[in-house]
């Protein structure tokens, strides 16, 4: 616990944080949280109408990459980072399936901060769903086929909440 404050502490001071416009249905908004791409390459990331260039990857982040990847064989090349500063910051209903991501991508989730829950649910059996309540320090591995026959998002809740960072460790080619 005491290592997940300092973490989250010290990524909420040192990252730079951005807040991009996003189209949704043809109108735009400002996107319902804060935003950064670090990576160990230079490869952008695209969703939504936005395009991300990455910092370089501080320690703090290569640290947390080097612990993922000691308990999954996968390989991360980026890390996108989300800053909820309160229960109305949001992520809606979606699948993390650019190009960029390869055929099926995995995601390896951390959150730092405030619990939020995380809904999933599958895209073809309707009844088939999860709420799954991310705690301050803990580790969301999604993985094969994820992100194409599942969506998922981080609702809005009314509840008032202190803020959350979540890591989303992830291959870009």
């Known amino acids: 616990a005491e290592e997940a404050i300092y973490l989250f502490n010290q990524l909420h001071k040192k990252i730079p944080w951005q807040q991009d416009p996003i189209t949704i249905f043809g ?3 400002d996107q319902p949280r804060l935003t950064a791409l670090h990576a160990n390459n230079s490869n952008p990331y695209s969703y939504s109408g936005i ?3 990455p910092n370089k990857m501080t320690a703090e982040l290569t640290e947390i990459q080097n612990r993922i990847t000691s308990v999954t064989p996968v390989k991360f090349t980026s890390v996108l980072l989300n800053l909820y500063r309160d229960g ?3 992520n809606g209903w979606h699948s993390d399936n650019e190009p960029e991501l390869g055929n ?3 995601i390896a989730s951390i ?3 405030e619990e939020r829950f995380f809904h999933i649910k599958h895209m073809k059996i309707k009844d088939l769903s999860y709420k799954i ?3 301050h320090g803990s580790l969301l591995l999604m993985g094969e ?3 194409i026959e599942w969506i998922h998002q981080i609702p809005k809740t009314k509840k008032k909440i202190r803020p959350r ?3 989303t460790y992830r291959y870009i080619y």
């Open 133 to 135: 309540l991310l705690k």
């Open 165 to 167: 960072i979540n890591l």
């Open 27 to 29: 109108k735009t908004y």
């Open 88 to 90: 109305m910051d949001s």
């Open 145 to 147: 086929k994820s992100q």
């Open 104 to 106: 099926d991508p995995k």
């Open 111 to 113: 959150t730092l901060g």
């Open 51 to 53: 395009t991300m260039y």
